[in-house]
């Protein structure tokens, strides 16, 4: 498991607030950081992929344990 820099944990909140957290959280990271989200929302999984392809960040792992899904995004 690759150790991240931020902690999101956002679950409870339904679209699109998870992924406006995230994206004014890694406004204020530096390049290379990498920060793990923790959400319950289903849409997360298609919205941090589309997200981090269209803006050049790197989604490193996209799981799901419990009924929580896990994001780990590395900033460009």
């Known amino acids: 498991m690759i ?7 956002l ?3 339904n ?3 998870p992924l ?3 994206k004014q959280t890694m406004s204020q ?7 793990r989200v923790q959400t319950t929302d289903p849409g997360s999984v298609r919205d ?3 997200y ?3 803006v ?17 995004l590395r900033h460009k």
């Open 52 to 54: 981090a392809r269209i």
């Open 11 to 13: 679950k409870g909140m």
């Open 15 to 17: 679209c699109p607030l």
């Open 56 to 72: 050049g960040h790197t989604l490193v792992s996209s799981e799901t344990v419990g009924g929580v899904f896990i994001h780990v």
């Open 3 to 9: 150790e991240a820099d931020l902690e999101l944990d």
């Open 20 to 22: 406006l957290k995230t």
């Open 48 to 50: 941090f992929a589309s």
């Open 29 to 35: 990271m530096s390049s290379g950081q990498v920060i």
